[in-house]
């Protein structure tokens, strides 16, 4: 196989592997680079479960009486290693999905004053409103 073949089918793996759902993954933004994790749940219960786990360890460790006992720990403090679950867990909040629960309710209740409502959506929802009543009211005269 020719080195060029050879290098482009190389390529073409890596890029596959890159594509992989698992790992961390690159996001640019104008200042920063980051790397987004991935990680699976079952089910809202599952992820609510998790993040209150995860504060509930914090509780405990706030409310305990020693530090790390591990020498690899040794060096870290229980509140620092607190406050960084806690961001996390922040980061964690589903309050996007939450944003978006509130519009799908929003659409299936036609409730067009919710601030978030589509524009498109409820400027259809509007007119074809409009023409109900003007034929309702054809219908009565």
């Not at 793996?13 to 749940?41: P, W």
């Not at 806690?86 to 978006?100: A, T």
Request: glycine share 4%; aromatic share 8%.
């Amino acid at each position: 196989m020719k080195t060029r073949k050879l290098d482009q089918l190389k390529l073409k793996q890596l890029k596959r592997i890159g594509a992989t759902a698992y790992g961390l993954k690159k996001e640019k933004t104008k200042s920063h680079t980051f790397r987004n994790a991935t990680i699976r749940f079952e089910d809202y219960t599952d992820y609510i479960m998790r993040i209150t786990s995860l504060l509930e360890v914090c509780v405990l460790a706030l409310d305990g009486e020693g530090d790390f006992h591990s020498k690899n720990l040794s060096h870290q403090s229980r509140t620092s290693s607190v406050q960084l679950v806690i961001e996390m867990v922040i980061e964690l909040m589903p309050d996007g999905d939450m944003f978006q629960l509130e519009q799908i309710i929003a659409i299936l209740e036609n409730d067009t004053d919710y601030i978030h409502f589509p524009k498109k959506l409820k400027k259809q929802i509007l007119k074809n409103q409009e023409r109900y009543e003007k034929g309702k009211t054809h219908e009565k005269a």
